[in-house]
């Protein structure tokens, strides 16, 4: 019954070598965010960055800002301004062909075409971090173009004497459909997102594109690979190292709290993986459990939280579809792990994370 007093800026780690406070870095402007970005490329000892990502950074820089509201690439095809890297298809003419096509871009070998993919840092060192770090992304997302991703999620790897990964990633979003020409345009980004995941063993599974059970508003299929879950879980699950615990999460966009928040609320943004990221982080090799603790609201047990689509609807409501899982645990924190000392608790001074006080004793 008791709740911790709960503050604007809970103690949260540091990020970027200390320099940046997340809570506070949840509410920057785009001005302020594109502000930073330049001063991580001009001094990057200073954030802990390594100098042979610097000349990488750039070109993401100036990717993000390219496609951010008002940049030139999001405006490149000014009757449907969009957040997705694309050019006009020359066989457009044809009313079978989609009108635009995706102009992919490469980053750590991987291709994006999104400003909100592209947000995501690569690696960094802090631990405990996850959830004020998603927060703040899921925010910037919505500073750097409309019609931003419904679900972001985080998924990182731990192994015990070393630095944690991490990878960021956002659900499909950003994109205008050209009127009066289906979902062609749709379906080429969605396809392209399972692309992403497609392997030798997601082929084995049986997952395909057409494979999916789970429906959006309006009845529409999301195949695999739509979710937040995407990026990160291609980056860090697939090829983890065994002996790498990787853990995940994903967060609602709609719960964001405008300005400030607090940990309770940030907390209560967290939903469940849709029973197609459970499949897929099975398929990898990961424990469906680690992306799943009980600080998740009950209310969020709703599959893929309207993933679907970024196109802003009459009504945002979640599918309907109710995901059954198969466990509930708690997932160990630097605050109460008492197996695994020295693995999460390798770097910095764990900081008291109020807990969440809906009465789990
Ligand atoms: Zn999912």
């Not at 409309?146 to 070393?162: D, N, Q, R, T, Y």
């Not at 709703?302 to 409501?317: K, W, Y």
Request: glycine fraction near 8%; charge should be positive.
């Amino acid at each position: 019954m008791s709740t911790a007093p709960m503050t604007s800026s809970a103690p949260y780690l540091r990020a970027y070598n200390g320099q940046v406070n997340l809570a506070k870095a949840y509410s920057w402007s785009l001005t302020r965010i594109q502000i930073f970005m330049i001063e991580v490329i001009d001094k990057p000892s200073t954030y802990g960055v390594g100098r042979h990502v610097v000349s990488e950074l750039k070109r993401l820089r100036t990717d993000i800002v390219d496609l951010s509201e008002n940049g030139g690439g999001y405006q490149s095809e000014p009757s449907y301004p969009q957040a997705i890297s694309r050019i006009v298809n020359p066989a457009a003419a044809n009313e079978d062909e989609s009108y635009l096509l995706l102009d992919i871009m490469t980053y750590g070998g991987l291709p994006y075409w999104n400003s909100f993919d592209l947000l995501a840092p690569e690696s960094a060192t802090q631990d405990n971090f996850y959830l004020p770090l998603t927060l703040m992304y899921s925010n910037w997302c919505g500073k750097i173009a409309p019609m931003a991703p419904w679900v972001s999620s985080c998924v990182w790897a731990e192994e015990k004497g070393k630095q944690s990964r991490f990878h960021l990633g956002a659900s499909l979003g950003g994109y205008r459909n050209p009127e009066n020409r289906g979902n062609r345009w749709v379906k080429i980004l969605q396809r392209a997102r399972f692309n992403l995941i497609r392997d030798q063993r997601i082929d084995t599974a049986g997952i395909t594109f057409e494979s999916t059970n789970i429906k959006g508003r309006g009845g529409n299929a999301i195949p695999f690979g739509n979710c937040a879950e995407t990026y990160p879980l291609v980056n860090i699950l697939r090829n983890h190292d065994p002996s790498e615990e990787v853990y995940g999460l994903a967060l609602m966009r709609r719960k964001l709290p405008e300005h400030a928040y607090n940990h309770l609320q940030a907390l209560n943004t967290l939903m469940k993986p849709c029973i197609n990221c459970q499949e897929v982080i099975t398929t990898w090799g990961g424990k469906v459990e680690k992306f799943i603790t009980d600080d998740i609201p009950d209310s969020s047990s709703i599959a893929s939280e309207a993933q679907g689509s970024a196109t802003p609807g009459p009504s945002p409501g979640p599918s309907g579809l109710k995901v059954t899982l198969p466990i509930h645990t708690k997932r160990p924190s630097p605050a109460d792990d008492t197996t695994e000392p020295a693995a999460k608790r390798a770097k910095k001074r764990a900081p008291q994370i109020p807990k969440n006080g809906k009465g789990k004793e």
